[in-house]
Nanobody, 124 residues
Framework: QLQLVESGGGLVQPGGSLRLSCAAS????????IGWFRQAPGKEREGVSC????????NYADSVKGRFTISRDNAKNTVYLQMNSLKPEDTAVYYC?????????????????WGQGTQVTVSS
């Protein structure tokens, strides 16, 4: 059974940092592009960043460019999202998702295997 599990969320002050992890089980992550998404209360799910199978291509939403960095360690079957200079508007549940084909896009409908999410709260 294909499964993705997010971890690393929590409460952080504005300007702080967190690193999210997306671990895969039941399949080899090498064959999948991975996206990170977030959903705040009352808002639609939005794409944050994505990375291709090798890690050589990435894409970011304008709202996080220069602050977030996506990376992957295929040997550990894990993808990361390093989040720096966090703002209150980054508060959301963060999800990772997988797709076999690299589209380079951040639309949630492009991805077909999802994790359960991890809460990130940015507040003083």
């Amino acid at each position: 059974q294909l499964q993705l599990v997010e971890s690393g969320g929590g409460l952080v002050q504005p300007g702080g940092s967190l690193r999210l992890s997306c671990a895969a089980s039941g399949f080899t992550l090498d064959y999948y592009a991975i996206g990170w998404f977030r959903q705040a209360p009352g808002k639609e799910r939005e794409g944050v960043s994505c990375i291709n199978r090798s890690g050589g291509s990435t894409n970011y939403a304008d709202s996080v460019k220069g602050r977030f960095t996506i990376s992957r360690d295929n040997a550990k079957n894990t993808v990361y999202l390093q989040m720096n200079s966090l703002k209150p508007e980054d508060t959301a549940v963060y999800y990772c998702a997988a797709v076999r084909h690299w589209y380079g896009g951040l639309g949630p409908l492009l991805y077909d295997t999802w994790g359960q999410g991890t809460q990130v709260t940015v507040s003083s």
